[in-house]
Nanobody, 125 residues
Framework: QVQVVESGGGLVQAGESLRLACTASARTGTTYAMGWFRQAPGKEREFVARISWNGANTYYADSVKGRFTISRENTKNTVYLQMNSLKPEDTAVYYC??????????????????WGQGTQVTVSS
């Protein structure tokens, strides 16, 4: 079983930045594609970003392109989500997920196998 743990959420003002981190425990030699999703109050969970196992490929939701950057440090089993120019509509619980068996490049929830508990990001206007 893979454990996924997020950290770095908090309360910021609009226009500020925040960096989320996610660690995924894995068997030695196993590296997963990783992704970030978010769920705002009263809304369904939505895709935010994804990074391939080696960091070569990244994918973003249109709503965050140019503002968010996903990256990873495999030596630390850690994935980051750098969020700049935050807006109130970015307020949500952010979830990290690991993909073991899903199709490459999938941006669907079904394409990920292991999920963290989420971290709250609140952006005030």
């Amino acid at each position: 079983q893979v454990q996924v743990v997020e950290s770095g959420g908090g309360l910021v003002q609009a226009g500020e930045s925040l960096r989320l981190a996610c660690t995924a425990s894995a068997r030695t030699g196993t590296t997963y594609a990783m992704g970030w999703f978010r769920q705002a109050p009263g809304k369904e969970r939505e895709f935010v970003a994804r990074i391939s196992w080696n960091g070569a490929n990244t994918y973003y939701a249109d709503s965050v392109k140019g503002r968010f950057t996903i990256s990873r440090e495999n030596t630390k089993n850690t994935v980051y989500l750098q969020m700049n120019s935050l807006k109130p509509e970015d307020t949500a619980v952010y979830y990290c997920a690991a993909a073991q068996n899903g199709p490459a490049g999938s941006t669907l929830e079904a394409g990920f196998d292991y999920w963290g508990q989420g971290t709250q990001v609140t952006v005030s206007s």
